[in-house]
C-alpha cells in the first residue's frame, strides 16, 4: 500500500507554517547559547511548563477525534469507546509501572519518545515534503530512528549531567534513583555517539541516492534539519532545546497532521484558511487538556515523594505525560497504519 497523499491545495497551505514554526523556534531558541548568555532555571524550564497548554499536552488531546478520522473518515461513539479503552489500559498498566519500577519506567519513556518523535518526523517529511525516498518502509524505519535519536540522545552526548538529572527526576517522586548508570559513562556516550553518527550518515546517504529529485530540493531539507537539530541539542541547555522542540517541532506538525485527516478542516485549508481548522483544534484540544490537568493532580498526591522545586515537578509533569504518551503512541502507530507509512 502506498502513502496516502494530500490534495496539493491542503499541503500547500499547511506545509510551509508548520514545518517553519520549527524551523523558526529553534533558531531563535538556539539565539542567547549563540550570543553566551545563560539562560536562568526559570527560563531553561518555561517552554515545557508551556507545553501545557501551548500544543504540547493539547497535541495528544485530540487523539480521541484524530483516530476515528485517519481511519474511517468519521467519529462514532464506538470509536471514542476504543480510544477510551486505549488509554485507559495502556495508561492504567504504565502508570501503575511507574511506582512499581521507577528507573526501568524514566528509561523506558526516553526510549518510548525516540520512538515517538521519530515517527512524528517521519509524517511532515513523507506527505507535508513530498519526500520520494520515503515511498520505502526501510527508508521511513531508518529516518525515523535517526530523527527521534536527535532530541532523544544527543543530548546525553552534550550534556551528560543534565541528562542524568533529568532522569533522575523522573524517578524520583516515585522513590526512584538513577545512580551510576552504564548508560551516563563516557565510554556509553562514545559507543552510543558513534553508534548513531554511522546510522545518521548511512541514512542520509541512503535517502539521497534513492531520491529521483533533481535537484534534491527536499532531501536537502531533510539534511538540513537532520544537521541543524543535531547542533542545536548538542549545545542548547538540554532541558530548553527539548521544550522548544516539544511544543514547536513535534506537536506543531502533529496537529497538522491531525487537522488534515478531518472532512472540514480539509475544505477550509484547500481554499487557503488555517485559522479555522486551528481554531476548530483549540475546541476539539480543549476538554481532554483540562481532564489531563485534573488527572495530574491526582496522580501529584499519589506519588510517595511529591515534588517541591520547579525541576522535580517538571519531572514528575513529564512523568504524566509518559503516561499519556504510551497510549497516544498507539494512536499515532494507528494513524501510521492507515496511512501507509507502516
Ligand atoms: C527534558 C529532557 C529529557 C527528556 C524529555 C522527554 C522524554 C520528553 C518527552 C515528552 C513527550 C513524550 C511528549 C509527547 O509527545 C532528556 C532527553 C531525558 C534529557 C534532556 C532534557
Ligand atoms: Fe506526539
Avoid: K
Wanted: aromatic letters at 10%; a positive charge.
Amino acid at each position: 500500500m502506498g502513502v496516502t497523499r494530500l490534495d496539493e491545495r491542503v499541503r500547500r497551505t499547511l506545509a510551509r507554517p508548520a514545518l517553519a514554526v520549527g524551523w523558526v523556534g529553534v533558531a531563535v531558541a538556539a539565539l542567547p547559547t549563540l550570543a553566551g548568555v545563560e539562560l536562568s532555571t526559570t527560563a531553561r524550564y518555561a517552554p515545557l511548563v508551556a507545553s501545557v497548554v501551548l500544543f504540547g499536552l493539547p497535541h495528544g488531546a485530540i487523539d480521541y477525534v484524530a483516530l476515528p478520522r485517519a481511519v474511517t473518515g468519521r467519529v462514532t461513539g464506538r470509536w471514542l469507546a476504543v480510544v477510551g479503552l486505549l488509554y485507559l489500559v495502556l495508561g492504567g498498566a504504565y502508570a501503575a509501572a511507574w511506582f512499581a519500577w521507577p528507573v526501568a519506567s524514566a528509561l523506558a519513556f526516553v526510549a518510548l519518545t525516540w520512538l515517538h518523535w521519530g515517527q512524528g518526523d517521519v509524517y511532515p517529511l513523507a506527505v507535508l515534503l513530498n519526500e520520494d525516498y520515503l515511498d520505502s518502509r526501510a527508508r521511513r524505519v531508518a529516518t525515523g530512528v535517526v530523527r527521534g535519536g536527535l532530541p532523544m540522545l544527543v543530548p546525553l552526548l552534550g550534556h551528560p549531567e543534565t541528562y542524568r538529572d533529568v532522569v533522575g527526576a523522573f524517578a524520583a517522586p516515585f522513590g526512584g534513583n538513577v545512580g551510576d548508570l552504564w548508560l551516563f559513562a563516557p565510554d556509553a556516550r562514545l559507543a552510543l555517539g558513534a553508534a548513531f553518527a554511522v546510522v545518521t550518515v548511512a541514512t542520509l546517504a541512503a535517502n539521497r541516492l534513492a531520491t529521483a529529485e533533481s535537484p534534491p530540493t527536499t532531501w536537502r531539507i531533510d539534511a538540513a534539519e537532520t544537521v541543524g537539530l543535531c547542533a542545536f541539542f548538542l549545545v542548547v541547555p538540554p532541558v530548553f532545546a527539548v521544550g522548544v522542540y516539544f511544543c514547536l517541532w513535534h506537536a506543531v506538525r502533529h496537529v497538522a497532521r491531525a487537522v488534515a485527516v478531518d472532512d472540514g478542516s480539509r475544505r477550509a485549508l484547500a481554499s487557503g484558511d488555517l485559522r479555522g481548522p486551528l481554531g476548530r483544534f483549540a475546541r476539539e484540544a480543549a476538554p481532554l487538556t483540562v481532564a489531563a490537568l485534573a488527572l495530574l493532580a491526582g496522580f501529584w498526591v499519589a506519588v510517595p515523594n511529591p515534588p517541591t522545586t520547579l525541576e522535580g515537578a517538571t519531572g514528575l509533569y513529564l512523568a504524566f505525560v509518559a503516561v499519556l504518551t504510551l497510549p497516544h503512541v498507539a494512536v499515532v502507530t494507528w494513524m501510521d497504519r492507515a496511512a501507509g507509512l507502516l
